[in-house]
């Protein structure tokens, strides 16, 4: 045989060989396209038959449950709002008060609140946050077991984290600290840095009244501004929480005041009204009900009992 008939054997035999290797590689390639299908397929399904994925609180389910616009991922629940009416209690400084203070009211000793603190836990509540609250009306988030219940602690005291922290910890419970930007110094009775932090990874819930506690309503636009929105973005930075709520301070507001908290990105505010916050109300004007000082723990009972359907309140008051 010569060796151009050698060398055209040999090229029917790689082209031959080219033949049998684009089959194998086509029947593959074939089969993963079908294996890619019956995957997207079931896949799909599974999607379908699973519950939506579930989103921490926002500003938007506050805003939502109270007819504003917003788009949130539904819970697990289904995404249908709650309807859970929720007592809101307002603390202050949890200790005696000094000789001369200007509001002894504020002050409940800290045997005091642990007596209420246990007392609300033998009738069946136990505390949640405010954005809790809020996905449980937009989108039907679970509250728990037995009654919710929602502690603020106004103005950032110190005896805060040294006395009701520690009462609400052993029960397995949390609050919400609505923390003046501009507060006491530790020196003075206030909050430090370290003791909020501490407060925010045992769970409470970082809100705010404000740089200054100022009143509100007399406020320039500018001023208005760095109250609310400022403060809002310092304390988002600082502590890498959301801040969804705003306390009007002294319960003083108007319609410039509401305007401008929404314009900041807040879910709502709460007020100084006594009542339960419920999803009927306008979540930007939601009732609390202040503890006093000398209430004891069935007193404080009979107070959330009360004010069920207690009727509105001023908007404002004295202190706080």
């Known amino acids: 045989m010569d060796a151009e008939a050698l060398r055209e054997r ?18 593959i390639g074939a089969c993963a396209i079908a294996v890619a299908a019956i995957v997207a397929i079931s896949g799909g399904a599974t999607r379908k038959k699973s519950p939506p994925a579930t989103s921490s609180a926002s500003s938007a389910d506050g805003r939502q449950a109270a007819g504003h616009s917003a788009s949130t991922p539904s819970a697990s629940s289904g995404g249908r709002p709650g309807k859970t009416a929720v007592p809101i209690l307002m603390y202050h400084v949890i200790a005696a008060p000094p000789p001369g203070a200007p509001f002894p009211g504020l002050y409940v000793p800290p045997a005091e609140f642990a007596e209420q603190m ?12 405010l954005d809790q609250v809020a996905a449980n009306w937009r989108r039907g988030a679970s509250l728990g077991a037995g009654k919710p219940i929602v502690l603020t602690f106004d103005n950032g005291y110190q005896s805060q984290f040294t006395q009701a922290f520690p009462v609400l910890q052993r029960l397995g419970w ?24 501490g407060l925010i990874a045992a769970g409470w819930e970082l809100d705010t009244q404000g740089f200054s506690h100022a009143d509100l309503i007399r406020l320039g636009a500018e001023q208005l501004h760095y109250e609310v ?20 301070p002294s319960g003083h507001y108007d319609s410039t005041v509401i305007a401008a908290v929404r314009g900041a990105g807040y879910a709502g505010s709460t007020t100084v009204v006594p009542g339960w916050a419920s999803p009927s109300e306008d979540v930007d004007r939601l009732p609390r009900l202040r503890v006093l000082g ?4 069935q007193a404080l009972l009979a ?12 908007s404002s008051y004295n202190g706080g």
């Open 10 to 27: 040999r090229e029917a035999r790689r082209r031959a060989l080219r033949r049998r290797r684009a089959q194998v590689f086509g029947l």
């Open 118 to 129: 246990q007392a609300l836990k033998n009738a069946g509540w136990h505390a949640v946050t």
């Open 174 to 197: 949390v609050g919400d600290e609505n923390i003046q930007l501009s507060g006491l110094p530790p020196s003075q009775g206030g909050l430090g840095e370290a003791e909020v932090r």
């Open 229 to 248: 929105a400022v403060t809002r973005g310092v304390l988002q930075r600082r502590y890498h929480v959301p801040v969804n709520w705003f306390c009007y």
């Open 294 to 297: 000398g209430t004891s723990g």
């Open 303 to 314: 107070q959330v009992a009360s004010t069920r359907e207690a009727p509105a309140a001023p």
